[in-house]
Structure formats: C-alpha cells, structure tokens
C-alpha cells in the first residue's frame, strides 16, 4: 500500500515563509512526477508546482518567483518552500505522485492535505 503524508502547513502573517513536506512509503518501485496543488474554499483544486523524477519543474504563473518545489528520489520526499506568502495563497495544499507499486500497478496518489492560512 502507498501513501502520501504531508507536513508543514499552518498560520502565517502575509510576507512569511512556510515550508511543506510530502513524504512517501509503501510498496514502491518509482516514482515518476509529483506535484503540489491547492484548493481554496469554494474554489477548483488547482496546480501549484510540478516536479519530474529528472527534476524539470513548472509552476503557476501566481507562484512563480516565490514558490520553490524540489524532491530527493532517495528519500521518496517532496517540498514546497513558499516565500512572500499572500493571503491569497490560503488553501488546502494537496501532493501527489505518479508511483508504481511492488505489484507493477502504476496510479496517482494523493496526500490527505495540509491547510495553510496566511494571515494577520
């Protein structure tokens, strides 16, 4: 069985930096893209920043120049560093990766979500 275990989010006062974490483990094999998206209350999930095993990434236009993702294979864990936080960065913040498992099955998983709230 493979899981995603996020880490790292909570209150901060606009301008701040938080840094979040995604951890796998399980039965895995490879992981291939991971990725970190968000939801915000009443709005669509949506992509913040994606990472290739070969380390390639792209991010949302809002996030660029203030979010970094990044990746160690061997430690199966994700990061999102987030500087200059915006109360519009306020959200669920969700990772997922692109995993094969022992079995040879190969799906998305998705972490169970971190809340992040930027605040005064």
């Known amino acids: 069985q493979v899981q995603l275990v996020e880490s790292g989010g909570g209150l901060v006062q606009p301008g701040g930096s938080l840094r979040l974490s995604c951890a796998a483990s399980?039965?895995?094999?490879?992981?291939?893209?991971m990725a970190w998206y968000r939801q915000a209350p009443g709005k669509q999930r949506e992509l913040v920043a994606a990472?290739?095993?070969?380390?390639?990434?792209n991010y949302a236009d809002s996030v660029k120049g203030r979010f970094t993702i990044s990746r160690d294979n061997a430690k199966k864990t994700l990061w999102l560093q987030m500087n200059t936080l915006e109360p519009e960065d306020t959200a669920v913040y969700y990772c997922?990766?692109?995993?094969?498992?022992?079995?040879?099955?190969?799906?998305?998983?998705w972490g169970q979500g971190t809340q992040v709230t930027v605040s005064s």
């Open positions: 399980g039965n895995i094999v490879s992981i291939y893209g």
């Open positions: 990472i290739s095993s070969g380390g390639n990434t």
């Open positions: 997922n990766g692109d995993i094969m498992a022992t079995n040879r099955a190969r799906y998305v998983h």
